[in-house]
């Protein structure tokens, strides 16, 4: 266990004037160290700073620093500090911690239910992505070996040594002037959106994009439209603000939807570039029609274009809110899947006469995202690099996806049917008949492939069992790999009564 080097001062309780001075110490470094707030490894400030702190002569804390050592408490040697004894004196595993008191009694009866809002009893809670392992079939997560860190490095480092007093303060709550700039002429450019800088909201991704449009948009019982399968992510977004869903259904051709599902609704929310989790895109004439639609009906559209900047064929279509003549549509997308999800950066179009209201929000949550990681993205993007890494996953994610596709034809036939699509880091498999897709989950996570059964993603009985797959993670060894596992362990699903 490597030792915890800190600078921090201790905050003691106050003596008791009857206890020694030199007792009081030991008792309360024995405390911290017993209740975990010292952990084993953990650097004690040297006595001479202890003594400052307090204003105590240094003997009496080294008193007590002996009596600490003696007991098994701490270890060091002079010159070298003290720190929290890596292995406790056995009698201490069965002395209670403070994490033990937050599940027993207080006072002689348990601490009394919190009263929560509805909103917070409405919440539902979104598991974050497990990005430990890149093994097949892990989907939502780009191939983060492949990211340049090198070069984010150089840019970041550049970056800092650069630093102005001004660039340490802060910037706008809609973000970073520049990075605003550079994100409209990328998704005007490469995306066909209508859009000034000035409508550009940096935020810290789609889920943040949601939040903020339902809380400014909606109220409680208000209606909204979102596809059938669709995002567990939004819908629980919509759920806790208590919004009336109603799901529409998907097919080949995307989301549908008639003047009856969206009579009432204040919002639609869809993903036409790469459905998620079926992975088809919407197609022109559908788009269209949505756009009638929500202007007929007085709704907004949220337009989520999560992945769709890896497109492999097919003819390229615009972005929805690029056909949008109307200020009907709030446009989102995310820098996670493009670079690497921990940058929890992303952006949000909004009408321009929405704007202020968005800025406000932002002013009063979380100010602004962080700047430093703005300004290093604006460079990255500015000088062209993001360009060129777009170009290289793609190809790269084609490959891959071809992999996985070849693969599946020669090893799956009859057990799983994979999808091709035409963008995106992830598609679907169609199940074979007499193979369940949780019991299919779970055989093959006993052979080291990730799967997610496409029922998570359903609200109400699907029509047809299905699981996700991503590639963009994954060598074209380890797509093999996870084919071949995955033949034997949908065989075996099969073989069973």
Request: glycine share 8%; charged share 25%; hydrophobic share 40%.
């Amino acid at each position: 266990m490597p030792k915890r080097v800190t600078a921090f001062e201790l905050v003691l309780p106050a003596r008791d004037p009857e206890t020694p001075v030199y007792r009081w110490i030991y008792a309360a470094l024995r405390t911290e160290i017993l209740e975990g707030r010292l952990r084993p490894g953990s650097r004690l400030p040297s006595s001479r700073d202890l003594a400052s702190q307090y204003r105590l002569s240094r003997g009496t804390v080294v008193t007590a620093f002996e009596q600490l050592k003696s007991e098994g408490y701490i270890e060091g040697t002079i010159g070298s500090g003290s720190y929290v004894s890596k292995i406790l004196p056995e009698q201490l595993l069965h002395l209670p911690t403070a994490r033990d008191e937050l599940n027993t009694f207080h006072n002689g009866t348990r601490r009394a239910q919190r009263h929560l809002s509805e909103y917070a009893r409405r919440l539902r809670w979104v598991p974050p992505l497990e990005l430990s392992r890149s093994r097949a079939f892990i989907p939502n997560v780009p191939a983060l070996d492949l990211f340049p860190k090198t070069l984010w490095a150089q840019i970041a480092a550049r970056r800092f040594r650069m630093a102005t007093a001004t660039l340490l303060l802060g910037c706008d709550p809609l973000g970073y002037r520049p990075l605003r700039e550079a994100i409209a002429d990328y998704l005007r450019t490469s995306r066909g959106v209508r859009c000034s800088f000035e409508q550009v909201v940096i935020v810290s991704g789609v889920q943040e994009a949601l939040d903020l449009t339902v809380r400014l948009l909606l109220n409680p019982g208000d209606r909204l439209c979102m596809e059938n399968p669709g995002y567990i992510g939004a819908s629980c977004v919509f759920e806790a603000i208590g919004a009336q869903v109603v799901p529409a259904p998907v097919d080949d051709g995307g989301m549908v939807l008639d003047n009856r599902s969206v009579r009432g609704a204040r919002l639609i929310y869809v993903t036409p570039g790469h459905q998620f989790p079926l992975g088809v895109t919407m197609s022109l004439p559908r788009r269209l029609h949505l756009l009638a639609l929500a202007e007929k009906s007085d709704a907004l559209i949220f337009e989520d274009d999560y992945d769709s900047e890896y497109r492999y064929s097919g003819r390229p279509i615009p972005a929805l809110q690029g056909l949008d003549r109307a200020g009907r549509v709030l446009y989102a997308g995310t820098f996670g899947k493009t670079l690497f999800p921990s940058l929890r950066l992303g952006y949000l179009v909004v009408p321009t006469d929405l704007v202020s209201v968005f800025q406000s929000a932002k002013a009063v949550t979380n100010r602004h995202a962080p700047l430093l990681d703005q300004v290093v993205l604006c460079d990255f993007i500015s000088e062209g690099h993001f360009g060129r890494h777009l170009r290289r996953m793609r190809e790269v994610y084609s490959e891959r996806l071809s992999v996985l596709l070849e693969s599946a034809r020669q090893k799956l036939d009859g057990l799983l049917e994979v999808s091709n699509i035409e963008a995106g880091v992830q598609t679907v498999g169609w199940l074979g008949a007499g193979i369940g897709d949780e019991a299919a989950v779970k055989a093959a996570a006993a052979r080291q492939v990730e799967l997610v059964p496409l029922s998570r993603y359903d609200r109400g009985q699907p029509k047809r069992k299905g699981l996700l797959l991503g590639f963009a993670a994954s060598s074209p060894n380890e797509i093999r790999r996870g084919v071949r596992e995955l033949a034997i362990a949908l065989e075996d699903v099969r073989k069973r009564p």
